[in-house]
């Protein structure tokens, strides 16, 4: 079985300040993780994936997400934070099951970002 | 660049009646989804559907639920008899024919049962 915590359901930050999200999982198999975003009444855009290969993964609007297998973990990170920052972001863990992906969501972590 | 596209937007219907969620996938996508995101909690799986019928299902999805691609292009998601459990907002994806490919998501259906 496969799961996914996140630290915090909302965090705030300054506007500049760095961000950081956490996100840990747990799966019985090699994973394969995702960071969605989510702003207010739209749907999931991805922000960035890792599957195999570099462990830091660079994705859209200045975020990147570093997979450390040692301590299950796959934090999404950026330097400074934007106004247009804010939203809700899900980390999510799959595994093959056929030809696809069986993901499993978090809970997800609303990000306030203060001007 | 594709993207997958739902509708409607917004789904008013009254407790017992029955529901079409429709769903047109990105074209040469081969695997399609439903999930379910109730508010404030998290996106939960619903089903994934592929070569014409249905590779795996939750234990949300029971009877009242069902699924079809009946043109080639759009994937429907059925709810028979609603109740108010089934408020929340829907999501359609769908995924390329290799393994490590993301799923696309659709803007979602917000469904409220009143």
């Known amino acids: 079985a496969q799961s996914v915590t996140q630290l915090g359901s909302h965090v705030s930050v300054s506007e500049g300040a760095l961000v950081l999200l956490r996100c840990n999982y747990s799966?019985?198999?090699?994973?394969?993780l995702f960071w969605y975003v989510q702003y207010p009444n739209q749907g999931l855009q991805l922000l960035l994936k890792y599957t195999t290969g570099a462990t830091l993964v660079k994705g859209i609007n200045g975020f990147e997400a570093e997979f450390k297998k040692s301590e299950t973990s796959f934090h999404l990170t950026k330097p400074s934070a934007h106004m247009s920052d804010a939203a809700e972001y899900f980390c999510a863990v799959s595994f093959a099951s056929g030809g696809y992906q069986k993901v499993t969501f978090g809970t997800g972590t609303k990000l306030q970002v203060i001007p | 660049e594709p993207e997958v596209t739902q509708t409607p937007s917004h789904q008013v219907t009254q407790m017992g009646q029955e529901v079409i969620l429709r769903c047109v996938p990105i074209s040469n996508h081969l695997y399609f989804y439903w999930y379910r995101q109730i508010l404030g909690q998290k996106v939960e799986f619903l089903v994934s559907?592929?070569?014409?019928?249905?590779?795996?299902k939750s234990e949300i999805f029971d009877d009242q639920f069902s699924v079809e691609r009946p043109d080639g292009s759009n994937f429907t998601l059925k709810i028979r008899s609603t109740k108010l459990e089934d408020s929340a907002m829907y999501f359609c994806?769908?995924?390329?024919?290799?393994?490590?490919?993301?799923?696309?998501f659709g803007p979602g259906t917000r469904l409220t049962v009143t």
């Open positions: 799966s019985s198999v090699p994973p394969y």
């Open positions: 994806a769908s995924s390329g024919g290799q393994v490590e490919n993301e799923q696309y």
């Open positions: 559907f592929y070569n014409n019928e249905i590779s795996e």
